[in-house]
């Protein structure tokens, strides 16, 4: 569970993130907005690349923000980026083993990489190295990475972004199987209000730094503030 | 992929024993039976005026493994190299004249001074990367031109801080045994050996993964629980550590070393000719090191000024930064790779 109360971000003379208070308890949960809503923000806030003026964050009842970026990687947090990350000089198996190696004992580390390996289906590829990855590939390489370890909060940042409607459906899956396997929390950012209406149970949309709507994801989407702000209808 | 679209739970494939892996020894084997080849031939087959430039072209190479942790593994461009190796030879030599200790004791002086000082010289490198840190690392290199031509370089003297006077240089004795210039020659490639080894095996290990994640981008290795400035530290250090051994090296070669050799000029050589060699295969620095000893010595040989070397090697860094990237290493890499077609990726040299 994360529990965000009364966060605020200020860069110069904008906010962000204007005052947002929100509990997201649902497996795996979404957020949603338009460009600027400062969900990409949000995301930084959590993971510790941004400091907040104000506010605090909870996850699982332990307070974050003391923490620094680091340390949350070594209590159980793990984010993907926008633009994947993938390493083109290690193979598949050594980008997951690089974060092995800072997050998972020193016996443990072979069995904790192969089972990533496993649930995102690259132990074909595993000896592959990261530059002749296609799209697809290094997409499961980042969620991968996000497995490794003990995770409690996973944080994928547009996760399917330039994926084919089928690829997408796997990742989809993928996903959906990391709260049972794992027993982490899952927060997506995406655009794409398909994917996050067949990935999330529970949705928050941000508009201009503020929230629009929480709540479980049909009524979100239902919403007429949201329908206006984001889908451009009405 | 993706033919089994059944997710797989955690505790199944946790069952399933980890796959087997090569394991990174018999490549750094390789290491060690290239140089054994490369050192009998130059042993056997060198006269004395070659195998001086070989001793001293092994010796740098070490200093060029060092730079090419930096360049290489972390994309950080350094131009104080030679300086470290003034520093790791001119601690030697002091060190080897104040307390007479075994050789070896004086060239590890010299290497763990040279990388506690690359650690100073690599503090800029924690906020400045590119152009900024190339420029503050070469001023560097300056100030230490310009101490050591201030100050004299002390290196013939009695005492710990001894200059020469006129009298005569004291000179410092190899070690006891590798006396000889054979038995010298090979004991430098001995160590050159085991430093490449060290440098290659980083690369297989958990620095080189965590190098590899900062080259990507530092948010990227926080991320992913890199903590970025022990990794650079650990870099600067050890590329500072054989800058050392290197000088020690240089410096038992002949017993003494010029202070006018180590100008700001020879980090911007260096740097040049690590790149032309390749600074991401280790035969790279083995190369860049002929490049700077055994070109001048070939030129002399043949009766040529040997700063006409200074715009061959201009040439050849134009040819290395327009095409070859991966310098003269990458392409002998890409060649044996076309050789041998049936060898399927994973293979990081």
């Known amino acids: 569970m994360i529990e965000i109360s009364n966060i605020t971000v200020r860069f110069g003379g904008i906010k962000p993130i204007d005052q947002l208070t929100a509990t997201l308890t649902a497996p795996v949960a979404g957020l949603i907005g338009p460009n600027g809503a400062g969900k990409t923000t949000l995301l930084n806030v959590l993971s510790g690349f941004v400091k907040p003026m104000e506010g605090s964050i909870l996850l699982a009842g332990v307070p974050l923000l003391s923490l620094s970026p680091l340390r949350r990687v070594e209590a159980g947090l793990r984010r993907s980026f926008q633009t994947e990350q993938v390493v083109e000089d290690l193979t598949v198996h050594d980008n997951l083993s690089a974060i092995a190696d800072h997050v998972v004992p020193a016996g443990e580390r072979a069995r904790a990489v192969e089972a990533a390996l496993s649930h995102v289906r690259l132990t074909d590829v595993a000896d592959l190295l990261g530059g002749r990855l296609n799209l697809f590939q290094r997409r499961l390489v980042e969620l991968g990475k996000c497995l490794v370890g003990q995770p409690k909060l996973i944080l994928l940042d547009e996760p399917a972004a330039g994926l084919t409607d089928e690829e997408g459906a796997i990742l989809r899956d993928l996903v959906l199987g990391i709260p049972a396997v794992t027993g982490a929390q899952v927060l997506v950012i995406d655009h794409d209000v398909e994917l996050i209406r067949a990935m999330c149970s529970e949705t928050m949309v941000l508009d201009y730094g503020k929230l629009l709507a929480l709540g ?17 209808e009405l | 992929m993706n033919a089994n679209p ?5 505790s199944e494939t946790a069952m399933a024993a980890p796959a087997k892996r090569p394991s990174p020894a018999g490549k750094l084997f390789a290491i060690a039976a290239v140089m054994a080849v490369f050192s009998a031939a130059v042993a056997i087959g060198a006269n004395a005026f ?7 072209a092994v010796a740098l190479s070490l200093s060029v493994i060092g730079l090419a942790v930096l360049y290489g593994q972390l994309g950080l461009v350094s131009l104080c190299q030679f300086a470290l190796v003034g520093v790791g030879g001119w601690v030697t030599l002091r060190i080897g004249h104040a307390y007479h200790p075994p050789f070896e004791v004086s060239m590890l002086a010299g290497g763990i001074v040279a990388a506690l000082v690359g650690l100073v010289f690599g503090i800029p490198a924690l906020r400045l990367r590119g152009l900024y840190l190339a420029l503050v690392t070469l001023m560097l290199a300056g100030a230490f031109q310009t101490i050591i031509s201030a100050w004299g370089f002390p290196d013939g003297g009695p005492g710990f801080l001894g200059r020469a006077d006129g009298a005569g240089r004291a000179m410092l004795a190899r070690p006891a045994l590798a006396e000889g210039p054979v038995p010298y020659f090979l004991y430098v490639s001995f160590f050159a050996t085991i430093g490449f080894i060290i440098v290659q095996w980083h690369k297989y290990a958990k620095p080189g993964r965590a190098w590899a994640l900062i080259r990507k981008g530092e948010t990227v290795a926080i991320a992913s629980g890199v903590n970025v400035l022990t990794y650079k530290a650990w870099a600067f250090a050890l590329s500072g550590f054989f800058a050392g051994i290197a000088g020690a090296l240089l410096a038992g070669n002949v017993g003494q070393l010029d202070g006018r050799a180590f100008s700001a000029f020879e980090s911007l050589n260096l740097f040049a000719l690590t790149i032309v060699g390749g600074s991401f295969h280790w035969y790279g620095a083995l190369i860049a090191g002929l490049l700077l000893r055994a070109v001048p010595a070939l030129l002399t040989d043949l009766g040529i000024d040997g700063y006409v070397t200074i715009g061959i090697f201009g040439v050849a860094l134009f040819h290395a930064l327009a095409t070859a990237p991966a310098g003269i290493a990458g392409q002998i890499a890409g060649l044996v790779a076309r050789l041998k077609p049936q060898a399927r990726g994973g293979n990081r040299a």
């Not at chain 1, 479980?216 to 451009?232: F, Q």
């Not at chain 2, 059944?6 to 955690?10: K, M, R, S």
């Not at chain 2, 070659?50 to 001293?56: I, R």
């Open chain 2, 50 to 56: 070659w195998l001086s430039a070989a001793t001293s």
């Open chain 1, 216 to 232: 479980p994801t049909a009524e979100v989407l239902a919403n007429d503030n949201v329908r206006r702000a984001y889908l451009g």
């Open chain 2, 6 to 10: 059944a997710p797989l739970t955690f």
